[in-house]
């Protein structure tokens, strides 16, 4: 199956789905070293996103999760790339970071709340999302 979406960030990726049950704020909830979820209080505490494609609906502040998630991405510990259904300035800043300053590119895209359950059931999601024009998701079970 086959969904358009929005770029946010130009890139290629695609990996098994990490699902957020619960907004996640980068900046004390994401050990840029390991790509393990630290938030004590998060119901996916202990989950690596490394290399997964990340699907949350919205990031959950602070604005120094941008350089959290960048450094993740530069080390290769991050998320391969990053599926939204709400636009959040901080993730994508994160990722624009990284690929300006690193090199290392985690595309992110934002999708219609109507292609929602069809994404959260995907087991593996490939992004293609150019620069311009419409981003593609391709799902598989």
Same mark, same amino acid.
């Given at each position: ?5 929005? =770029?946010?960030?130009?890139?290629? %990726?695609? /990996?098994? =789905? !990490? ?6 704020? !980068? ?9 393990? #979820? ?8 202990? *989950? ?16 120094? /999760? ?7 991405? &530069? &080390? ?6 990053? +599926? ?5 300035? #901080? ?6 970071? %990284?690929?300006?300053?690193? /090199? ?7 999708? *219609?709340? =109507? ?8 087991? #593996? +999601?490939?992004?293609? %999302?150019? /620069? ?5 998701? =391709?799902? &598989?079970?």
């Amino acid at each position: 199956m086959t969904i358009q979406a929005i =770029t946010l960030v130009p890139g290629q %990726a695609e /990996g098994q =789905t !990490f699902v957020l049950s619960e907004p996640l704020s !980068f900046w004390g909830g994401l050990d840029s070293a390991t790509g393990r #979820i630290i938030d004590q209080w998060h119901p996916q505490k202990g *989950e690596v996103l490394t290399g997964r494609i990340l699907i949350m609906k919205a990031g959950r502040g602070s604005s120094s /999760g941008s350089s959290v998630l960048a450094e993740a991405i &530069r &080390r290769k510990t991050g998320p391969a790339g990053i +599926v939204l259904m709400m636009r959040d300035a #901080i993730v994508t800043v994160g990722a624009m970071v %990284a690929a300006e300053l690193y /090199g290392v590119h985690c595309p992110v895209v934002l999708v *219609e709340e =109507t292609d929602w359950d069809a994404i959260v059931s995907a087991g #593996i +999601v490939g992004i293609s %999302a150019a /620069g311009t024009g419409p981003a593609m998701l =391709t799902l &598989r079970i």
